[in-house]
């Protein structure tokens, strides 16, 4: 970046900090003419979804529910206009036909290949501008390999690893030079699992490296994409949420010294479980996830709040990631992925989601969070990125 860029965009960040009151003035009139797209996973069997249905390395799952609960507050909050398309094919005639002034992406894809970033690819092309992370960011965070190695760069903690490449690695990873490197004579155990995922499918335990080949074969056979195998770290295990400095709360807009982290939870594994069963399959309960006490353990609550941080500031992170992490027997922790989509479900009786667990301690519902993500998108898009957002400037 040039300085004359860097300049001007110290001078944008410094024009629109301390106005907090004038963003929330402006959102709520953008509200009333805003034209609102909340985007799901579209399902490749329908009709005119696709030109070809292929394969899908990331397991598939609509999201349709969840972007309606993220409609339904966003009109809460005063958007008249939202309407919900699924991500496919036809998303650029729906949006064309709908006039759509902003998109809210909440989409794992179609099919193919880093399918977290074709919506926001396309929602670029369209020339959108769209609440989400842009496609590489996506991307990135969604293939835990290429995340792991910008971890390594940025000398973030992150288990050991090697990645299986189908028709490089050798059919057992133990003899590739590279796995070698890595292990530095490890035997075990691993953790072998899908460079793309979700809810712990396909996520082995391997206890010795004898029998990494055959569990490889096997993740490569369901998900035909690269295999990443890793050291098993086996202490407690954490999730951190982490979102941008412009928080809603108590009907105003506050700004935050650096990146908003919250809902910083343990998530409780049975005696006998190494891997943390799926949401999928076990429901969250207070017994499975619950929030760490500041007061009781100070250092732990400021270290993953730390970590959580540097993960959004060193890979220029925009909008809500998770953070998964795990701590080893000796409580040094580290990063196992960060999820570009976290679960939004709104919290109803007896169901709740990993990010919203620690609202109510800091005074926000789950309107409060949705309008967290909305305005601070809003601001980032209105200081930073004149051009790409002049169809909501408009607006205001
Ligand atoms: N290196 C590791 N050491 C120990 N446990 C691990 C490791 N990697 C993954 N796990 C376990 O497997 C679970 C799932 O792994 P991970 O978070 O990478 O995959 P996921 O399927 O994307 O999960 P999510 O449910 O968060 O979407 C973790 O919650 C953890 O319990
Ligand atoms: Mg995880």
Do not use: W
């Given at each position: 970046m040039s300085a004359l860029r860097k300049a001007e965009e110290a001078d944008a960040l410094a024009r629109r900090s301390g106005r907090e009151d004038e963003l929330l003035a402006q959102i709520e009139k953008m509200f009333r003419r805003l034209r609102l797209a909340v985007v799901f996973g579209g399902d490749k069997s329908r009709e005119g979804a696709v030109i070809e249905s292929t394969t899908n390395p990331r397991s598939w799952k609509s999201y349709e529910k969840v972007a309606q609960d993220i409609a339904a507050s966003l009109q809460r909050l005063g958007c008249r206009h939202i309407e919900l398309f699924p991500d496919d094919m036809r998303l650029g005639e729906n949006l064309k036909a709908f006039d759509a002034h902003l998109a809210w992406v909440n989409s794992g894809g179609v099919q193919g290949h880093c399918s977290v970033a074709h919506a926001p690819a396309m929602l670029e092309l369209f020339g959108i501008p769209y609440v989400g992370h842009d496609p590489m960011t996506a991307a990135i965070l969604d293939s835990k390999h290429v995340f792991k190695r910008q971890l390594q760069a940025a000398g973030i903690p992150t288990a050991e690893f090697f990645v299986w490449q189908p028709g490089v690695s050798p059919r057992d990873p133990v003899r590739d030079s590279t796995f070698q490197h890595a292990f530095m004579g490890y035997r075990g155990p691993f953790i072998v699992k899908p460079t793309s995922g979700r809810a712990s499918?396909?996520?082995?335990?391997?206890?010795?490296?004898?029998?990494?080949?055959?569990?490889?074969?096997?993740?490569?056979?369901?998900?035909?994409?690269?295999?990443?195998?890793?050291?098993?770290?086996?202490?407690?295990?954490?999730?951190?949420?982490?979102?941008?400095?412009?928080?809603?709360?108590?009907?105003?807009?506050?700004?935050?010294?650096?990146?908003?982290?919250?809902?910083?939870?343990?998530?409780?594994?049975?005696?006998?479980?190494?891997?943390?069963?799926?949401?999928?399959?076990?429901?969250?309960?207070?017994?499975?996830?619950?929030?760490?006490?500041?007061?009781?353990?100070?250092?732990?609550?400021?270290?993953?709040?730390?970590?959580?941080?540097?993960?959004?500031?060193?890979?220029?992170?925009?909008?809500?990631?998770?953070?998964?992490?795990?701590?080893?027997?000796?409580?040094?922790?580290?990063?196992?992925?960060?999820?570009?989509?976290?679960?939004?479900?709104?919290?109803?009786?007896?169901?709740?989601?990993?990010?919203?667990?620690?609202?109510?301690?800091?005074?926000?519902?789950?309107?409060?969070?949705?309008?967290?993500?909305?305005?601070?998108?809003?601001?980032?898009?209105?200081?930073?990125?004149?051009?790409?957002?002049?169809?909501?400037?408009?607006?205001?």
């Open positions: 499918l396909n996520v082995t335990y391997v206890e010795r490296a004898d029998g990494l080949a055959d569990v490889v074969q096997n993740i490569y056979k369901l998900t035909r994409n690269h295999v990443l195998i890793e050291r098993f770290i086996g202490g407690r295990e954490f999730c951190v949420a982490a979102a941008g400095p412009v928080i809603h709360r108590h009907g105003k807009i506050e700004r935050l010294d650096g990146p908003f982290t919250f809902s910083l939870l343990e998530r409780r594994l049975d005696e006998s479980e190494k891997v943390f069963t799926s949401m999928d399959v076990k429901p969250i309960t207070g017994e499975r996830a619950f929030e760490i006490d500041a007061e009781a353990e100070p250092q732990l609550h400021a270290n993953l709040a730390k970590l959580a941080q540097r993960i959004f500031l060193e890979l220029g992170i925009e909008t809500l990631i998770r953070a998964d992490i795990r701590a080893d027997d000796a409580g040094n922790l580290y990063v196992l992925e960060a999820n570009p989509k976290p679960d939004l479900k709104m919290p109803g009786p007896g169901v709740t989601s990993l990010v919203c667990i620690g609202l109510p301690k800091l005074g926000m519902t789950y309107d409060d969070l949705i309008m967290s993500v909305f305005a601070d998108r809003v601001d980032v898009l209105l200081s930073e990125r004149r051009g790409v957002a002049d169809r909501i400037a408009r607006l205001i």
